[in-house]
């Protein structure tokens, strides 16, 4: 199938900041990207640039065949855009608005009519329809960005940051009717609440400083993590030391580390070497060395600790 | 399509404009204080004509600063709230989105200008005045705020900030206006030939707002009202497009 979204070499200076370099991708309908990175990474410059609201300083992007500056209506004609903070005219009420939008993409009639009232219901709006945006919460005005930008049924759905600033349960809406759209759609949406990524993601895409740093599903991610299949331990205190000297020893271990047994609960850490299964090794050693163990849990990888080592990692060159 | 849009963008500016204090509190404002220059300034009765010269002659002085006022918002406001994002993301090009914004804000002069038509009823009630006179001297009116308003717009989509656009409008919008008098030509004169002191000269708003509150539009001022009009906004898009690669 072809690429719904496609980047090539995409680029943004600001003055003499890269800001964006030479970023590539591709997205295809029925995916739902992960955009990741630090603040100040490229995120929104990049989702900008694919939406029209900044100039490509070099590269290309195509949204459904459409390039952005080439054919700028078209590209935008096929794209949903919700902008980081969702900016919306604080006078108008949703309504108004949707009218508004449904009028500059050139829905009439009873399409128009469709279209706002599928909206409205699909995003549990018919309750704050009629008041001024500026009067409702934050989940709401969150809503009807959200909203606006599905009003066209686009193909493709670019949102930065559609959960932030929301609570628990806001985001879990929010994240559901992302769930919903996907099957036909291409969604990127940007964000850096990690959790998120393994909630709505079937690929995340890791940005830093400007570049593509990871490409991969959730599940890949949570891989490299070195707590990907780590052993933690609570022992007696007495025996910590005896316990690392043991499992120092362990051939597929790859590093024993102290924990705060007040604040993580654990005493140790063991970290596998890349890709073992060590939890039944590190049984075995430790009862051979007569160690009591009072706790054991396996772990699996966290994806901030992939954030982490990805996005601080030094450029290669 | 790109005429519906501009439609669109027309409506929903005009009534933005009513949805907020600020409409109303320039059209008090204006009615107020064109009834007071007529009367105390202009010496409206003291005159003893039938026409409404002492009415309109203050005009391009109040809005010097009323009309910088309704321009400041257009882009400033959008830029700063962020919704000029949600707005240029849109299937639209910038040339509808700067004439929608303009017309509407040059709909709302002309309501503004229209309240004014107790003034009209007062002096047809007095005497028997050239209400073809009055219709152009409303027509010369409407016209310099339109100028002032492209101008103002233009300035209002370099900033963000309200102030600046309102403070850099009125300044430009002083520099057209007063370009026919000594204290704007003088710094021509010193370095520039004879033609450019002449064209810069024939910039003058005023002058030119005289001839249309004689009652007459001479075709150059039609042509340079519309020509300034024209060229502003084709430079508020140009700003527009290149704020997207600045």
């Known amino acids: 199938m072809e690429q719904a979204v496609r980047l090539d070499q995409l680029t943004r200076h600001f003055g003499r900041f890269t800001a964006v370099d030479r970023i590539s991708f591709g997205v295809r309908r029925g995916e739902v990207v992960g955009f990741l990175g ?4 490229g995120k929104s410059t990049t989702m900008r640039m694919l939406a029209g609201y900044l100039t490509p300083s070099g590269g290309r992007a195509q949204i459904m065949g459409h390039d952005v500056e080439a054919e700028p209506l078209e590209a935008r004609g096929a794209l949903g855009y919700l902008p980081e903070g969702a900016p919306l005219y604080g006078d108008m009420t949703p309504l108004g608005l949707f009218n508004f939008v449904a009028s500059m993409r050139g829905m009439t009639g009873a399409t128009r009519r469709h279209n706002i009232a599928t909206v409205i219901d699909r995003t549990d709006l018919s309750e704050v329809a009629y008041k001024p945006i500026e009067t409702l919460s ?8 959200l909203a606006a930008a599905i009003l066209h049924d686009p193909p493709v759905l670019i949102l930065d940051e559609p959960t932030d600033g929301l609570d628990p349960n806001q985001k ?8 919903a759209m996907a099957p036909d759609k291409a969604i990127i949406v940007s964000t850096h609440i990690l959790e998120e990524v393994s909630a709505v993601c079937t690929r995340a895409i890791v940005i830093a400083r400007g570049k593509v740093v990871a490409d991969a599903t959730p599940a890949q991610l949570q891989a490299y993590s070195e707590w990907q299949d780590a052993v933690s331990l609570r022992l007696p205190a007495e025996q910590v030391a005896q316990a690392r000297t043991a499992l120092a020893e362990v051939d597929s271990v790859y590093d024993v580390r102290p924990m705060n047994r007040a604040i993580d609960g654990y005493d140790l850490l063991v970290v596998p070497v890349q890709g073992e299964h060590i939890a039944k090794a590190v049984a075995d050693q430790l009862a051979q060395a ?28 | 399509m790109r005429l519906r849009q501009t439609a669109t963008v027309f409506t929903r500016e005009l009534a933005s404009y009513f949805a907020t204090p ?3 509190v320039l059209i008090i404002i204006f009615l107020a204080a064109t009834g007071a220059f007529t009367f105390y300034v202009g010496g409206f009765f003291q005159r003893g004509q039938a026409d409404l010269a002492s009415f309109f002659m203050f005009h391009p002085w109040l809005y010097l600063f009323l009309v910088p006022a309704v321009a400041m918002r257009l882009w400033a406001e959008e830029r700063r709230t962020g919704t000029i994002e949600l707005l240029s993301t849109l299937p639209v090009g910038s040339f509808p989105l700067v004439l929608g914004k303009f017309l509407a804000a040059w709909a709302f002069c002309g309501i503004a200008l229209l309240l004014t038509f107790p003034i009209w009823i007062t002096v047809n009630w007095l005497g028997d005045p050239d209400n073809g006179v009055i219709v152009m001297g409303y027509v010369g009116s409407w016209l310099i705020a339109g100028c002032f308003l492209a ?21 430009l919008c002083f520099l057209f206006l007063m370009s026919g008098v000594e204290m704007v030509l003088a710094a021509f004169r010193a ?10 000269a024939s910039f003058s708003l005023i002058t ?3 001839a249309l509150s004689k009652g007459t539009l001479p075709l150059t001022t039609a042509v340079f009202i519309l020509t300034l009009i024209g060229t502003a906004l084709f430079v508020n898009k140009l700003i527009v497009d290149l704020k997207k690669a600045g």
């Open chain 1, 138 to 145: 934050k989940g709401f005005k969150r809503r009807v960005g």
């Open chain 1, 38 to 41: 630090p603040n100040g990474a």
């Open chain 2, 151 to 171: 101008l103002g717009s233009c300035m209002s989509a370099i900033t963000k900030n309200q102030v600046v656009a309102f403070v850099l409008g009125a300044a």
């Open chain 2, 22 to 24: 600020v409409a109303y």
């Open chain 2, 191 to 200: 370095w520039a030939p004879d033609f450019l002191v002449d064209l810069v």
């Open chain 2, 208 to 210: 030119h707002f005289a």
């Open chain 1, 172 to 179: 879990h809406e929010v994240r559901g009717l992302i769930a």
């Open chain 1, 290 to 317: 007569g160690i009591e163990i009072e706790d054991f849990r396996v772990e699996t990888g966290r994806l901030d600790d992939v954030f982490r080592k990805l996005t601080t990692m030094q450029p290669a060159h």
